[in-house]
């Protein structure tokens, strides 16, 4: 698909990027000690197929090694940075939880994420979240028509790292659009030699992914649930973003 998209292709992206941010919303009343990342996976599939999408994640990717991603949300909680799978484990007080949700509806793709608190949590986790929710919003002011990625990359690193936290480098954002994951790459950090220039009618998906501690990151036996490398916590925020030819349009906001 090509990167610049037609005024019908970005309609269709406001019904399923609407929903996306429904979701994220209508999740918030769920999130309390006690309920388990399945419970929330749940609420979240129903509510995606009640308003006519299709829950994107579930049964996406796999190899000879990996199965497919087994379910409706990335739900993470803690020292998870991205892609938790749901299942038996409960959220306790003190804990954060990152929510990521994909929807396809009419062929075309909405994508965000947002890290919720579990009850009180401490100073430490409250500025985490504080200061990637920041960044992802400085992000997005620079993703105007004829910037370079680089400039969303830069404001989101000198943000995150003023504040001493790491920048997570194995992952980064993504075009979006009739697939759920398109050029170009959206990193987080300052790449050198990157040359990419945003034009008007390019639709991306900004999600900067922040850790308290060291940038570096692994991947659990599961193939998918990525951790912190030190087992400190991680924070992750997401938003589909439309450049246009003045500001850019929060398509999941």
Same mark, same amino acid.
């Given at each position: 698909m090509g990167l610049i998209k037609n005024r019908s292709e970005i309609e269709l992206m406001r019904e399923s990027c609407s929903i996306v941010a429904q *979701? /994220? #919303?209508? &999740?918030?009343?769920? &999130?309390?000690?006690? *309920? $388990? $990342?399945? #419970?929330l996976d749940k609420v979240i599939e129903d509510f995606i197929i009640s308003k006519g999408g299709i829950p994107a994640f579930k049964g996406y990717g796999g190899s000879r090694k990996v199965k497919p991603y087994p379910a409706s949300a990335c739900i993470s909680v803690n020292e998870e940075v991205v892609h938790g799978i749901p299942g038996e484990k409960v959220l306790n007080?003190?804990?954060? *939880?990152?929510i990521d949700v994909g929807v396809k509806k009419n062929g075309y793709f909405g994508d965000s994420a947002k890290t919720y608190k579990v009850g009180k949590v401490s100073q430490k986790k409250e500025t985490l979240m504080k200061v990637?929710?920041?960044s /992802?919003?400085?992000?997005? %002011?620079?993703?105007?028509?004829?910037?370079? /990625?680089?400039?969303? !990359?830069? !404001?989101?690193?000198? @943000?995150?790292e003023g504040h001493g936290f790491g920048v997570v480098r194995a992952l980064v954002g @993504? %075009?979006?659009?009739?697939?759920? @994951?398109?050029?170009? !790459? *959206?990193p987080n950090y300052f790449v050198p030699n990157n040359r990419f220039r945003l034009r008007q009618g390019m639709v991306i998906a900004i999600e900067p992914m922040i850790n308290y501690g060291t940038y570096e990151v692994k991947t659990? #036996?599961?193939?998918? $649930?990525?951790?912190?490398?030190?087992?400190?916590?991680? !924070? @992750?925020f997401e938003h589909t973003i439309l450049i246009t030819d003045t500001k850019p349009e929060i398509l999941t906001l």
């Open positions: *979701v /994220l #919303k209508h &999740i918030t009343g769920f &999130i309390e000690p006690g *309920v $388990t $990342t399945e #419970k007080e003190g804990d954060i *939880v990152s990637t929710e920041e /992802l919003f400085l992000g997005i %002011g620079q993703a105007v028509d004829g910037n370079e /990625l680089n400039d969303i !990359a830069s !404001a989101i690193q000198s @943000h995150c @993504h %075009g979006i659009g009739k697939n759920l @994951h398109e050029e170009p !790459a *959206v659990l #036996k599961d193939g998918w $649930t990525i951790v912190t490398a030190d087992g400190e916590p991680s !924070a @992750h």
